[in-house]
């Protein structure tokens, strides 16, 4: 299983980014897809997760700024930003928890990271 994120780079505070994700592979079935982020010389924090009947979390200083979304019959989550602050500026994360068909086993699997930062 692996998973491919895009949408990062540079804006200006207030601005806005659409992050993707998409999962490949032999998954079988996903019930959890979320973004975190790590900033420098910070720990990786949870930003939003949805999980498998599309109830939605957010660490809150992105509730009403940040929307995440996706769709698990695909293995694709998105990631909609707005209002940007300098201090969202990190790099994002994708994450789903799934079962791939060859074993009955769920885990996280993570995304290569794409970098946000915010800046004028």
């Known amino acids: 299983v692996q998973l491919q994120a895009s949408g990062g780079g540079l804006v200006q505070p207030g601005g806005s980014l659409r992050l993707s994700c998409a999962a490949s592979g032999s998954i079988f079935r996903i019930n959890r897809m979320g973004w975190y982020r790590q900033a420098p010389g910070k720990q990786r924090e949870l930003v939003a997760i949805?999980?498998?009947?599309?109830?939605?979390n957010y660490l809150d200083a992105a509730k009403g700024r940040f929307t995440i979304s996706g769709d698990k019959t695909k293995g694709t989550v998105y990631l909609q930003m707005s209002s940007l602050k300098p201090q969202d500026t990190a790099v994002y994360y994708c994450?789903?928890?799934?079962?791939?068909?060859?074993?009955?086993?769920?885990?996280?699997?993570w995304g290569q990271g794409t970098q946000v930062t915010v800046s004028s």
């Open positions: 994450n789903i928890r799934a079962r791939p068909y060859y074993t009955s086993d769920w885990s996280h699997y």
């Open positions: 949805i999980t498998e009947d599309n109830r939605t």
